[in-house]
Nanobody
Framework: QVQLVESGGELVQAGGSLRLSCAASGRTFSSYAMGWFRQAPGKEREFVSAVSWSVSSQYYADSVKGRFTISRDNAKNAVYLQMNSLKPEDAAVYYC????????????????WGQGTQVTVSS
């Protein structure tokens, strides 16, 4: 199976920046889509961003567009999420995901998940 490990989550003040990393190991394919989801207490897991390995197309939720940037490094088997201008509502556990069927905004369509990394934003 594919294993995903997130890192980089921490406490940051509102307006600050943070960079999350996701390292993939095990079975990997250049055609896998990679994405980021987040889940706050009492809420459903929501789509944040995604990128296609084959085409390098980028997708963002409206709530983060213009503030977050997704990127990938195929040589390192890694995907990143640069988060700028953070807001208190961005606080959540952020999950890295890999999908065999391409980019999708629905969490249930993704095949592999990391354990998550906690992002806390203080006002």
């Amino acid at each position: 199976q594919v294993q995903l490990v997130e890192s980089g989550g921490e406490l940051v003040q509102a307006g600050g920046s943070l960079r999350l990393s996701c390292a993939a190991s095990g079975r990997t394919f250049s055609s896998y889509a990679m994405g980021w989801f987040r889940q706050a207490p009492g809420k459903e897991r929501e789509f944040v961003s995604a990128v296609s390995w084959s085409v390098s197309s980028q997708y963002y939720a409206d709530s983060v567009k213009g503030r977050f940037t997704i990127s990938r490094d195929n040589a390192k088997n890694a995907v990143y999420l640069q988060m700028n201008s953070l807001k208190p509502e961005d606080a959540a556990v952020y999950y890295c995901a890999a999908g065999e069927s391409g980019v999708n905004m629905r969490a249930r369509k993704w095949d592999y998940w990391g354990q998550g990394t906690q992002v806390t934003v203080s006002s």
